[in-house]
């Protein structure tokens, strides 16, 4: 008689389905970050559009496609917008978080530059050394003020006026556009860039990095880590070592066999990712990250225009 084969307990069967889902999601995330990256290369090498962005040097693709495939894989799969971060409530109070650590990373990197003199323009893949290693530090040292000053909900900012909220935004986006008028540039093309800056860089990121590959990833592997007040998990890690290697590839032009890798660039931007990861458990939402980083963008144009011209 052949022996019985013992038939697995239901402890060991939850525990590969839990193992299946959690491989599941890693392949999830990467295959969409592949996906986005050679679909916004391919646009911007085969399309008029593209052609037209690579005249002008503008870039609105990568950050609208980061939004298209954000919307299309949680509206495919049936999955909560809220869940993944992509959610209005609170909005006036996220609003008011991200204006304020706009103008809190401003006085960071302003004092950052007084001190190393590196060069800061998020927009430009520059690889020098030590204004990537200066942009790190910058990055870790905000997550770092970040953990030490939210340790709460920031229910003071409920106080801040509507009004005054709107308005200061309207400054700050408005800023590049004033500056470019002085110093006799086109005004239309400054708009454009504050447009892409803004909303595709800023928000276009945020959704795709920390809405939907943080909130996939933490969906399955859960957020464990308690630390200064803030829960997180594996999918902190992931969003922003993706975020920094998207960044990596910014020189590499696979479609004409140039393989340049911008190392440097990634880690900084890495160290970057962490902190609008951070922002994004603190408020449960992507709104305030995505208003801090489209505008650390735009405001990261004055000091361009000013050398230009």
């Known amino acids: 008689m052949g022996e019985t084969v013992a038939s697995p307990s239901r402890k060991e069967v939850n525990n590969i389905n839990f193992m299946n889902k959690r491989v599941t999601a890693m392949l999830e995330v990467v295959l ?6 050679v679909t916004y290369r391919s646009l911007k090498y085969f399309t008029p559009i593209g ?39 609170r909005w006036r109070q996220n609003l008011n978080i991200g204006l304020l650590w706009t103008l809190l990373l401003v006085v960071l990197a302003g004092v950052g530059r007084m001190f190393t003199h590196a060069h800061f323009d998020p927009s430009v893949p520059r690889d020098d050394t030590a204004s990537r290693v200066a942009g790190a530090v910058f990055g870790l040292a905000a997550t770092i003020l970040l953990l030490g000053l939210m340790k709460g909900r920031a229910t003071y900012l409920d106080r801040v006026p509507l009004a005054t909220s709107v308005v200061l935004l309207a400054a700050l986006l408005s800023l590049p556009l004033a500056l470019a008028g002085y110093f006799h540039r086109p005004v239309g093309r400054e708009m454009l860039e504050v447009a892409w800056l803004f909303v595709c860089a800023g928000f276009g990121e945020e959704m795709f990095f920390r809405g939907y590959i943080q909130s996939r990833i933490d969906e399955t592997f859960g957020r464990p880590i308690h630390v200064l007040g803030l829960d997180f998990g594996p999918g902190l890690a992931v969003s922003s070592l993706l975020f920094g290697f998207l960044h990596v590839l910014s020189p590499v032009d696979y479609f004409h066999g140039h393989y340049q890798f911008a190392w440097w660039y990634g880690v900084e931007n890495c160290f970057v990712g962490l902190f609008y990861g951070c922002l994004r ?19 990261a144009r004055v000091s361009v225009i000013i050398s230009r011209s």
């Open 32 to 37: 969409a970050f592949v996906l986005v990256h």
């Open 51 to 89: 052609r037209w962005e690579g005249e002008t040097g503008l870039n609105f693709t990568p950050g609208s496609v980061m939004i298209l495939v954000t919307v299309l894989v949680l509206l495919l799969c049936g999955r909560s917008f809220e869940a993944y971060g992509l959610t209005w409530k």
């Open 281 to 299: 458990e603190k408020t449960d939402s992507v709104v305030a990250g995505g208003v801090t980083h489209g505008l650390v963008n735009v405001l």
